[in-house]
């Protein structure tokens, strides 16, 4: 049956399902058209009669080889054609009586349903003023127009027999169209299975990968043997995250940094490895290295890493990040950053140390990274992030903004360290309500 299909209306891979449904229709009226001559001719019907069935039948077998063979077909063309052809067969055929009328508005239908949905009201519309313009002749200008010709036992015969043709007719083309449903149906259930197996081996591979990414991270008890007092707030958007937090210790200086890595995910995810891998690598061969020089050197490392040239753009892949490096023995402290500043609340006054505005990474304006220090007291409160809290979009279409974030920090620092990410939590969460995050999330608190 498949191949049968497939010699009338053109075979699925040759040919667009429109085109097919549309092939079927023009067979299926010719067929309609030859069947209806010889029905006439048996009857003995008037010639004119005859030949106007021959001549519609022409028509459209005319539009089917251009459909099947040439693959050219115009759903407005045809439905125009088939409102013709059925105002012909309505004068021709006792009007609303003729059972012929039928298989002609089966077909215009037929189009209608095959055509672009934006085109369905205007469609719909030609058959409606068609057949109430039909109405309206038949009912003012019978004598006019129509050419009764039937006996009632003529009528009663034609309605029973267009009635068991339309029924086979109908049977063929709704067999046609769900062959195509069930084989576009097996076909969408296979490819909704692949793509399942693919997003459940690539969601397995990436949660892997958040393993080892969180591996690299400095865990709670190595950080509870290097600060009394501290928060991390930790939040990425995807299963792994291009935020990063790494801290080191050697000899009386504890090195804690905030890093946001260009994008998010597995791109972001693949930049912090780089970034960690070479932060350990720079402190290890001079444990005494200022946080700017470890900038210096981190931006060399990651523009040769990337293969990037030193050419004049700003658009490449690096990252915007927070070295602080406190002495504990002298109560010094020295940061240094690219892009990300440093807070410092004191005697509830929130002290901004500003960072170079230059990534990690080429940049146009290239130089040296800057120095602070800043000499530490008792109560201190030291936060260092990324951009994902205030840059999230809230329910109404705005950024939490700079200004919130400073003043939310001044508003909670006084709160127990350990308890401020629940505060962060909260407030993300009414503040952004239905709206998905926007990028990764990262704060750390560190309290003197």
Known sequence: MNRFFGILFGNTGDFSFENRVFNAIAFITVLQCVITFFWNLSLGMPIYIISTISVIGLICAVFYYYSRFRKKFNALSYLILACILLSVVWFLNEGSKGATSFSFLFTAVGIICISNKKHHFIFL????????????????????FMHGHHTAEEIQSDMVFFFILDLILIYFIVSFLKENYDKENKTIEAQKELLNRQHTKITDSIKSAELIQGAMLPNELYLNTLFNDYFVYYKPKDIVSGDFYWVNSYNDTT???????????????????LGIAFLNEITAKNPDIKPNEVLDELRKKVISALNQPQTKTTLSYGMDISVCALNRKTGILHFSGANNALYLIRNKQLIEYKADKMPIGTYPREQAFSLQTISVEENDVFYIFSDGFEDQFGMNKKKFSKKNFRAFLLDNHETEMKQQPIYFENHLNQWKGNEEQTDDILVIGIKI
């Not at 090195?255 to 490895?273: E, I, K, N, Q, R």
């Open 255 to 273: 090195f804690f940094v905030a890093a946001d890595c260009t994008g998010h995910g597995v791109s972001g995810a693949l930049m912090s490895m």
């Open 125 to 144: 519309s030609i058959i409606l003023l068609n057949i109430a313009l039909l109405f309206f002749l038949e009912k003012n200008f019978y004598e006019t």
